[in-house]
């Protein structure tokens, strides 16, 4: 008898563990949900100067347009969006092409650093820009508080009241970590005028940017 229940208590045990063992499909979930609910990483602010972080397509496009405006110091290209550790140009897996912008917010400020954001592409594009596609070049912005998301979401509802049809493809995802690209990719557009992508793609989306935004351009870019 003592054995007969041994066994029966055994039984239970095990059904218990597989009914409470979570499929595959309850997995994903959890990790979709945990990605949604990840806390964005606040960026230090340094002699005044602080950070954003965006990606539209081509990273070497991206710098140069925010390059170009007022109140912004530095423009970095680098890789971000992902899970992939130490990315590189090669391979840089989950990450998509992002830039870091340092500015002077007395200058300008996040709000109009996001006008930039979407008035330099198309926003309905997805998973790329112009002749660029893929994920590596699809659109994200990042949040670092919910200040900032906030601007985010109301910008985006203001945009895709405008659209017939279509909506804002750029992800919404919170700032966690930002890799710098090689060296040969920083001032790439400044440093290679005469590459043919260059002639053809950045410096054509350039130059639409500063028409639509005159009034956002450093002196030396008017």
């Known amino acids: 008898m003592k054995r007969f229940t041994?066994?029966?208590?055994?039984?239970?045990?095990?059904?218990?563990h597989g009914a409470c063992k979570p499929s595959n499909e309850q997995n994903k979930k959890a990790e979709v949900l945990a990605q949604k609910e990840q806390i964005p990483v606040q960026t230090d602010t340094v002699n005044g100067l602080k950070k954003a972080y965006f990606a539209s397509g081509c990273f070497w496009c991206v710098e140069a347009i925010?390059?170009?405006?007022?109140?912004v110091n530095e423009v970095i290209s680098g890789y971000s969006g992902g899970n992939a550790q130490n990315p590189t140009y090669k391979n840089h897996a989950d990450h998509a092409e992002a830039?870091?912008?340092?500015?002077?917010?007395?200058?300008?400020?996040?709000s109009h650093l996001v006008d930039v954001y979407f008035g330099s592409q198309n926003v309905t594009q997805v998973n790329g820009q112009g002749p660029d596609h893929g994920k590596s070049y699809r659109s994200i912005i990042f949040y670092q508080n919910d200040k900032e998301k906030k601007i985010i979401e109301t910008k985006i509802e203001e945009i895709n009241r405008q659209l017939v049809g279509e909506k804002v493809a750029a992800q919404v995802l919170p700032f966690q970590k930002f890799w710098d690209a090689e060296n040969y990719h920083q001032n790439y557009e400044r440093n290679n005028p005469?590459?043919?992508?260059?002639?053809?793609?950045?410096?054509?989306?350039?130059?639409?940017?500063k028409q639509k935004f005159p009034q956002l351009l450093k002196k030396e870019n008017h």
């Open 6 to 16: 041994i066994l029966l208590f055994s039984i239970f045990l095990f059904s218990l």
């Open 66 to 71: 925010y390059e170009s405006v007022i109140g």
């Open 99 to 110: 830039v870091e912008v340092i500015y002077d917010p007395e200058i300008i400020n996040f």
């Open 194 to 209: 005469d590459n043919p992508y260059i002639q053809n793609v950045s410096i054509p989306r350039l130059n639409r940017f």
